[in-house]
Nanobody, 123 residues
């Protein structure tokens, strides 16, 4: 069964860090582009980061560049999102997703989604 499962979310103070995990089953993560998205209440889902399958190219949204780092552990079949210097505006449900195409910021390019993990940044 093809599946993605996110974990690692939680409540953190501004300036803090979290590492999200996206564990894949039923397929191999390095064969696909894997994207991270987030959705805040009342907002559209937005692309945060993506790691491509072919050459490992990495992309970040401007709002997270320099603070977030995406990586992939092929042995564990898992993709990570390290989030540092978190801000209240980073509060959202975070999703990972698999794309059949190269990295894209459009949710419609992704056909397998995890259930999401809540990240709340608040003092």
């Amino acid at each position: 069964q093809v599946q993605l499962v996110e974990s690692g979310g939680g409540l953190v103070q501004p300036g803090g860090s979290l590492r999200l995990s996206c564990a894949a089953s039923g397929f191999t993560v390095d064969y696909y582009a894997i994207g991270w998205f987030r959705q805040a209440p009342g907002m559209e889902r937005e692309g945060v980061s993506c790691i491509s399958s072919s050459d490992g190219s990495i992309y970040y949204a401007g709002s997270v560049k320099g603070r977030f780092t995406v990586s992939r552990d092929n042995a564990k079949n898992t993709v990570y999102l390290q989030m540092n210097s978190l801000k209240p505006e980073d509060t959202a449900v975070y999703y990972c997703a698999r794309s059949l195409r190269p990295c894209s910021g459009r949710p419609s390019s992704y056909n397998v989604w995890g259930q999401g993990t809540q990240v709340t940044v608040s003092s």
